[in-house]
């Protein structure tokens, strides 16, 4: 199976939607997409600016200081010790190196990629790209034998899921005892809401509590569009066992997929700083403290949703129906169906909105009655 045998891209069903919401007098209200809105900020933009004289081609590994920096970002906020330089690898943002994970380790056909129950197409995407079966199961003790990788995504998009470190413990177990290589999609830890997560430090897969002492068949994947508003700047990177992030490297160096010289400057600044993290924290904190109980109140239930950029949530009805009574009043949200075929009552619904416009969604949240929405 190619690449040409891909599916539609599914936002383009959307856009009657985004037509229809457009239309309300007071302008759309997009949270259908985590695109982030607010500023970049300027010890990132600064850093980006002075390595702009960039003649030479870049590392595929990363500059020393960017691997020195994530190395101890893991260390400073996700209770990850013991990184080297030669665990971890920058990539060009998050999304491609899910769709190509399965391809540049070697998977094909015959062979399973696990993925969560509700999840972003990109895990299946790497799958179908190199031919090998996708299968979505949430419990270890339902992930197959077979599995070459199973993808956990926590906090998860859509839905918000954190794995405790318990639960991550479970987790590593099972895919030792399987031989797969466990991936954790980790990309928006700096995002808790509910307790403990709130005060707590979401765990990585990688945390010194969850690994046994080894980074053996693990890798975090993590991306700096969130919590620096970068998603522009296409910056992330992976960490964990060094076996597999020589072979990525290997395979990058040959495909030439390298992060540009002044987006490892600027990723280097991003990771050192943790004070414009905590300011667009609070930004998303007050837009989610103003739109949860506003959907509540029009009569969706919240499902989940303790971390991350979105509210997952459902009124009991297909979530095409639900997109459709939204855009009656010019707010755009993300289907279920997007996220896998378990979950067609639900609606992701994105933080990513401007302080005014979540302030309209709110407003006209509040001005309708559950059974009239």
């Known amino acids: 199976m190619g690449v040409t045998e891909l599916a539609d891209y599914p936002w383009d069903a959307v856009a009657p939607y985004a037509r229809r919401a457009k239309e309300h007098p007071g302008g759309i209200v997009d949270l259908s997409i985590g695109s982030p809105v607010d500023p970049t900020p300027d010890v990132v933009a600064s850093a980006l600016k002075r390595a702009t004289d960039a003649h030479a081609y870049p590392q595929t590994i990363g500059t020393p200081a960017l691997r020195e920096a994530v190395a101890e970002w893991y260390r400073r906020r996700r209770g990850v ?38 999840a972003y197409p990109t895990y299946e995407v790497g799958a179908t790209v190199c031919g090998a079966t996708a299968v979505a199961a949430d419990d270890p003790a339902a992930w197959p034998e077979g599995a070459a990788i199973i993808w956990i995504n926590s906090p998860g998009n859509p839905d918000g899921r954190v794995w405790g470190v318990p639960e991550l413990r479970a987790a590593v177990a099972r895919a030792r005892e399987l031989g797969a290589l466990l991936v954790a999609d980790e990309c928006y830890a ?5 307790a403990p997560w709130d005060r707590a430090p979401i765990p990585s897969v990688l945390d010194d509590r969850v690994r046994d002492g080894s980074f053996s068949g693990l890798l975090s994947v993590y991306s700096l ?23 990525l490297t290997a395979a990058r160096k040959h495909l030439g997929l390298m992060v ?51 509210l997952w949530v459902t009124e009991g009805r297909d979530a095409w129906d639900s997109l459709a009574r939204l855009a009656e009043l010019g707010i755009l949200a993300g289907p279920g169906h997007f996220y896998g075929p378990h ?10 909105a401007s302080d005014e416009r979540i302030a309209a969604a709110a407003e006209r949240l509040r001005h309708v009655a559950p059974a009239d929405l």
């Open 225 to 247: 569009s969130k919590q620096s508003n970068l998603a522009g700047y296409r910056a992330a990177f992976l960490a964990g066992d060094r076996a597999v992030v020589s072979r």
């Open 81 to 118: 010790s013991g990184l080297a330089a030669g665990d971890v690898l920058p990539t060009i943002g998050s999304k491609e190196l899910v769709a190509l994970l399965p391809l540049l380790l070697g998977v094909g056909p015959g062979e399973i990629v696990v993925h969560p129950r509700a």
């Open 260 to 310: 540009p010289a002044p987006v490892q400057a600027a990723m280097t600044a991003a990771l050192g700083d943790d004070e414009h993290v905590r300011i667009q924290k609070d930004l998303y904190g007050r837009r989610r403290a103003l739109l949860l109980p506003a959907l509540q109140g029009a009569g969706f239930r919240v499902d989940r949703s303790e971390a991350g950029l979105y």
């Open 190 to 194: 700096e995002l808790g809401w509910e």
């Open 343 to 352: 979950f067609p009552e639900h609606v992701r619904v994105s933080l990513t």
